[in-house]
């Protein structure tokens, strides 16, 4: 009896054989990575908080983005709409300040902060070092009760400024005001 | 049996869900909800959920992924 299917032979034989692999292996591929972005997915807000802040900057969400369009091409809509998923709860979990030991890139590409010391150390958001904190007060406040938080310390909110200081000596009569 | 029905009834509750919790700064999500959210597992079935859709309905699917992004950004913002 006739094989019903197409001959083929060398060359042929072997495109429809890595072909057939390739499909295969793709199919592989894609269960795996739709396993890891069920995981990602699920603990977004749990990855690292330096990880959450470089994925929201603009340079991460411009690599996510191109990440996403490149699995759509890859693996279809339905592992990119998962991975839509994960990259959006990821940018929904950035932290709201800038977190310790991200560093500042700089214009000329250098980094700063890096490898100059610990004379150099950054603590937390520029402008808020030093900050005092004093222990929680009871009764909680209204906005404490309403988002159910409980605070252990707060942060002190007063800010010591001075005014503004001109000394140049360009300054004369003639200048009108 | 026709399934039109069903999916556009799914979709006006899906959209009248998600117009709820996009338009309002205090989502009143149920308490159970935000606390069920917490687990792993629930988050897992919610997912699971999300991706079974995928097979039968791209309508339904979408706004179901955009039901669960936005329940889990507001969890997250409300239990940071």
């Known amino acids: 009896m006739a094989s019903t299917g197409p001959l083929m032979v060398g060359g042929a034989k072997l495109q429809d054989s890595v072909l057939e692999w390739s499909k295969k292996s793709l199919n592989l591929y894609s269960t795996v990575f739709m396993i890891i972005l069920i995981i990602f997915a699920l603990f977004a807000d749990k990855l690292p908080v330096e990880a959450r802040w470089q994925l929201s900057t603009t340079a991460g969400r411009l690599l996510l983005l191109l990440l996403l369009y ?38 000329n590409g250098s980094v700063e902060g890096f490898g100059q010391g610990p004379n150099i150390l950054r603590l937390g958001v520029e402008g808020f070092n030093d900050m005092k904190t004093t222990d929680a007060t009871k009764p909680k406040w209204f906005i404490e009760k309403t988002l159910h938080e409980n605070p252990i310390e707060i942060v002190e909110d007063r800010i010591n400024t001075s005014a503004v200081q001109d000394n140049s000596a360009v300054a004369n009569g003639r200048t009108s005001r | 049996m026709d399934s039109k029905p069903l999916i556009l009834g799914l979709v006006v509750l899906l959209s009248l869900w998600n117009v709820l919790v996009a338009t309002r700064i205090e989502t009143p999500y149920p308490e159970m909800l935000v606390e069920l959210y917490a687990l792993p597992f629930t988050r897992l079935i919610l997912l699971a959920l999300v991706i079974a859709l995928s097979m039968w309905d791209a309508q339904i699917t979408i706004l179901a992924a955009l039901a669960f992004i936005c329940l889990g950004a507001d ?6």
């Open chain 1, 70 to 107: 490149i699995t759509n091409l890859v693996c279809g809509w339905h592992i990119a709409l998962l991975f839509t998923i994960a990259v959006a709860l990821v940018w929904a979990a950035r932290p709201v300040f800038k977190p310790v030991g991200v560093p500042d890139f700089v214009l």
């Open chain 2, 75 to 80: 969890v997250i913002f409300l239990t940071k």
